[in-house]
Nanobody, 117 residues
Framework: QVQLVESGGGLVQGGGSLRLSCVAS????????MGWYRQGPGKPRELVAR???????DYADSVKGRFTVSRDSAKRTVYLQMNSLNPDDTAVYYC???????????WGQGTQVTVSS
């Protein structure tokens, strides 16, 4: 079993920055992908950024050049550095771990990010 605990959300003015952290506990494999999804008001949950095995990263087009995902395996932590935030980034951000071989997903409880204009 895997548990994911996020932190770092909050209220920020447009143009500002935030860094989200997610600490994983339980059975973590080096082949697991870890990353972030978000769900804005009235919107479906969407991939924001993730890091797959080998350090391969994927980003949503809307965040490319502004957000950076990173992972510290020793600390079992994945980060999301968010710069140049705008009100469209307002959402609940969820940490995700996905098994490479079974595609099983684990989710954190979510952390709210609110960007004021």
């Amino acid at each position: 079993q895997v548990q994911l605990v996020e932190s770092g959300g909050g209220l920020v003015q447009g143009g500002g920055s935030l860094r989200l952290s997610c600490v994983a506990s339980g059975s973590i494999l080096s082949t697991d992908a870890m990353g972030w999804y978000r769900q804005g008001p009235g919107k479906p949950r969407e991939l924001v950024a993730r890091m797959r095995s080998g350090g391969i990263t994927d980003y949503a087009d809307s965040v490319k050049g502004r957000f950076t995902v990173s992972r510290d395996s020793a600390k079992r932590t994945v980060y999301l550095q968010m710069n140049s935030l705008n009100p469209d980034d307002t959402a609940v951000y969820y940490c995700n771990l996905r098994r490479a071989y079974t595609s099983q997903n684990y989710w954190g409880q979510g952390t709210q990010v609110t960007v004021s204009s």
